[in-house]
């Protein structure tokens, strides 16, 4: 099965692909085992191609983005792992209207249109990741999602057909939305409605929050960034903090000291580090609290 893709993929010169990597160059956690197979399609056209190949030849495999929300297991992927990254990462801006695909970085998104004064993604600009995975976890910060800017999405569904969905098709919630329960649809590409602006207003800002992010989170060190949805009205990092986890460790995972709603890699820590702090951490909040708390991080291959 493996050589027929592979024969497929390079002879129709779909773009790159390597066998046997390590997923922890692909994750901001810097974690995770290898792949099997790992490819990143050129175009738009060559990842639906992708996608219809390894359902023809019925693989195992994973669409990932920017790697900024996950965790894989320090195992073997024994599959495909897709990234859209470059030849995925088209902008096109027509007035207020921007069509972007599913790979661009929802940083460079944000500071490209503030060049084109339109306002609406600030809230976005210092949440490392993808377009897709932003629309797939429904991102948001500042009282803002995603899901406000969003007009509709195209899909690639688990019969291979493309499809528009609109914000309530998608329907989303906190940090959700229907993309979470259909693990073979996936995101190509998606059409946000912005505002007109300022772009020095808008670049202003987005500067003064980063200023404030770099102060209070550790952007310094390899994370995920916020490791669990907030259970409101209460705050995890209030409920980690009260349950006297911050700084605790296993391995090289950390609950970071800076924030401590960000579990971290302080350098040599493996994913079963990260997976059983996170664990660890969900169990003695709710002995605590009676509080679950649900991570944000999305895990797969465990």
Wanted: with cysteine; net charge negative.
């Amino acid at each position: 099965m493996f050589k027929s893709f592979i024969e497929e993929y390079t002879g129709n010169h779909l773009g790159l692909l390597l066998e046997n990597e390590p997923l922890a160059k692909h994750t901001t956690f810097r974690v995770g085992g290898p792949a099997r197979l790992f490819v990143v399609p050129n175009s738009k056209e060559s990842l639906i191609q992708t996608l219809k190949l390894i359902k023809k030849e019925q693989l195992n495999y994973k669409v990932i983005g920017r790697g900024s929300n996950l965790l894989p297991s320090d195992q073997l992927f024994e599959g495909v792992i897709v990234k859209c990254d470059k030849g995925i990462d088209h902008i096109e801006i027509s007035g207020t209207s921007v069509t972007v695909g599913a790979g661009v970085s929802t940083i460079l998104l944000a500071n490209r249109v503030s060049k084109h004064n339109l306002s609406g993604l600030e809230f976005i600009s210092g949440v490392p990741g993808s377009v897709g995975g932003a629309i797939y976890m429904n991102a948001g910060a500042y009282n803002k999602e995603i899901k406000d800017v969003l007009v509709k999405v195209l899909v690639l569904d688990d019969e291979g057909e493309l499809r528009w969905l609109t914000p309530t098709d998608l329907n989303f919630g906190y940090r959700t939305s229907v993309m979470q329960s259909q693990p073979n649809w996936t995101i190509i590409e998606a059409v946000l409605e912005l505002e007109q602006g300022n772009s020095e207003e808008i670049a202003d800002l987005m500067k003064m929050r980063k200023i404030r992010r770099i102060e209070s989170q550790p952007t310094n060190m390899p994370s995920a960034g916020s490791t669990f949805r907030n259970p409101l009205p209460h705050y995890s990092w209030q409920l980690i903090e009260e349950s006297g986890l911050r700084g605790v460790r296993i391995g090289g995972a950390e609950v970071s000291k800076k924030h401590c709603n960000f579990v971290v890699n302080v350098g040599d820590a493996t994913a079963q580090d990260i997976y059983d702090l996170i664990q660890h951490v969900q169990t003695v909040v709710f002995e605590r609290s009676g509080i679950k708390l649900h991570p944000e991080v999305e895990m797969f291959n465990w």
